[in-house]
């Protein structure tokens, strides 16, 4: 499978607690992106990564959000104290950038995260 | 600021055309993207214009006009499988990031 991989699928935690999510993107791509998706919304940005660098954060994206994509290839997007207002579909997309390239993105399946 | 604005919800039936809009503003203009998205799947590619004009891909195609800030995509010969929702996205801003409006949830009937 040479997809966008996720995991886990789905995560259930009790308010407070942290999370951790990955994200193994297409070998080849070398830009990497942290969606968020509620439920009839669309993908909400949260963060991106070119190579290693991580090249913008969204303002809305409180301190509590952390992403990691330290060789650049799969990433971590860590949740700290979580919320209930948290809970929500977590999605990664990988592109290749290149001066022949539309970047379109390919996703993964997505995280599941519920507070309760 | 970074507006993306389509229809929330429309329904059709199968074996008809629909167009589905949307409207942007946004901070640059660097493309824009349609997805489709099935119920609990993860967004797949439709289409990506840059240019103004017509891009026809089998059933679908997709329109842009950036002085207007506009695009829809249509869909021809409507199959049950085309219900889902189509979310419209814009690349923009300093580093080039895809924004993604609400999505239009479209709900095709016998």
């Known amino acids: 499978d040479t997809g966008v991989s996720q995991d886990p699928r789905h995560k259930i935690t009790k308010r407070g607690q942290n999370v951790t999510f990955r994200c193994d993107p297409i070998?080849?791509?070398?830009?990497l992106y942290w969606y968020r998706q509620t439920l009839g919304q669309g993908p909400e940005f949260l963060t991106y990564f070119q190579n290693e660098a991580q090249l913008e954060k969204s303002r809305l994206l409180s301190n509590r959000f952390s992403a990691e994509r330290p060789k650049g290839s799969f990433s971590t997007l860590e949740i700290q104290r979580t919320e209930q207002g948290d809970s929500a579909m977590y999605l990664c997309?990988?592109?290749?950038?290149?001066?022949?390239?539309?970047?379109?993105?390919?996703f993964g399946s997505g995280t599941q995260l519920s507070v309760l | 600021g970074q507006n993306i604005d389509q229809p929330t919800e429309m329904t059709a039936t199968e074996g008809a055309i629909v167009q589905i809009n949307c409207t942007y503003q946004t901070s640059g203009f660097n493309g824009l993207f349609w997805y489709q998205q099935h119920a609990g799947e993860a967004p797949t590619f439709l289409s990506y214009n840059v240019l103004d004009g017509l891009e026809e891909k089998g059933r679908f195609s997709s329109f842009l006009s950036r002085s207007k800030g506009y695009s829809y995509l249509l869909l021809k010969e409507l199959q049950m499988k085309d219900s889902a929702s189509y979310l419209c996205?814009?690349?923009?801003?300093?580093?080039?990031?895809?924004?993604f409006g609400a999505g239009t949830r479209l709900a095709v009937h016998p």
């Open positions: 070998s080849e791509h070398n830009r």
């Open positions: 997309a990988s592109s290749l950038v290149g001066p022949t390239t539309n970047e379109k993105l390919f």
């Open positions: 996205a814009v690349f923009s801003g300093g580093y080039n990031k895809l924004i």
